[in-house]
């Protein structure tokens, strides 16, 4: 059996959150950290996956904390906010041809100097030329988090699979791990669970797109050496999150 044959997932939504890109610093980006992440990225590629992936902005702003202190309304701070996924997009679009990836960046606000608009069936057809596409400036509107924004694209390009990198986490707890010893995890639960239990994981519209969408979510550490690659070919790690069954 060849590799490609023992693939679980062949598309697959990727979204990693900004802090994540920071690794040990407070603030900006890692290189060792994105460094890994383009790896990571690269080695399902080479299996044949087709890769899309969003990131966050909060390693740069985050709208919704900012929009208080500095006086802003939400709205416009969302934007600035849009305007950090996109400079965290452009980065990790160059590490990546460093890898020798070929890749695109699609933006949902028009900047034609540096990124495609995003258009549905043109990221289709960049996937199906062997391209990692990366979506920026989450949906292109305020109020609505990237969370959401890779929910909709997961859905959008019938991607079989959001696959949500976390830092430090390695799953869904009843409790925050990082606070709380007792925390339990779950290796299972359902999308419903996730919003009654306002376990805060991930937005709760993000959910209810993936479950209107019957798009599983699985919930990991990525920080683990290969962890994205042991996913693609079926192993068992971190929690899933709703799907036809707990074997997604």
């Known amino acids: 059996m060849t590799e490609k ?44 996956v087709d890769v899309a992936v969003v990131v966050g902005g909060g390693n740069i702003f985050r709208g919704v904390q900012n929009s208080a202190k500095l006086g802003m309304d939400q709205a416009s701070a969302d934007y600035v906010g849009m305007l950090a996924t996109v400079m965290n997009a452009q980065v990790l679009q160059g590490v990546l041809r460093n890898h020798k990836v070929s890749c ?37 509107n305020p109020f609505f988090t990237t969370d959401t924004a890779s929910a909709l694209r997961a859905a959008e390009i019938d991607a079989e699979v959001m696959l949500m990198a976390k830092n430090k986490v390695d799953g869904v707890y009843d409790k925050d791990p990082r606070h709380n010893n007792e925390a339990k995890k779950f290796d299972y639960i359902t999308y ?57």
Do not use: W
């Open 104 to 140: 695109r960046v699609l933006s949902a606000i028009t900047m034609n100097a540096i990124a495609e608009p995003y258009i549905r069936f043109r990221a289709i057809r960049h996937l199906e030329k062997g391209r990692v596409i990366i979506f920026a400036a989450g949906t292109g």
């Open 5 to 48: 044959e023992t693939i679980k997932y062949k598309r697959v939504l990727l979204k990693i959150s900004g802090e994540a890109l920071m690794g040990e610093q407070g603030f900006g980006i890692d290189p060792t950290v994105v460094n890994k992440v383009a790896k990571q990225i690269k080695n399902i590629h080479d299996l044949g």
């Open 192 to 248: 419903d669970d996730v919003i009654v239990k306002d376990l805060k994981v991930i937005d709760n519209t993000a959910v209810t797109l993936c479950k209107n969408n019957n798009i599983p979510i699985l919930v990991f550490d990525f920080a683990q050496d290969g962890v994205i690659e042991k996913i693609i070919k079926g192993q068992k790690i971190g929690t899933i999150i709703g799907g036809e069954n707990n074997e997604c």
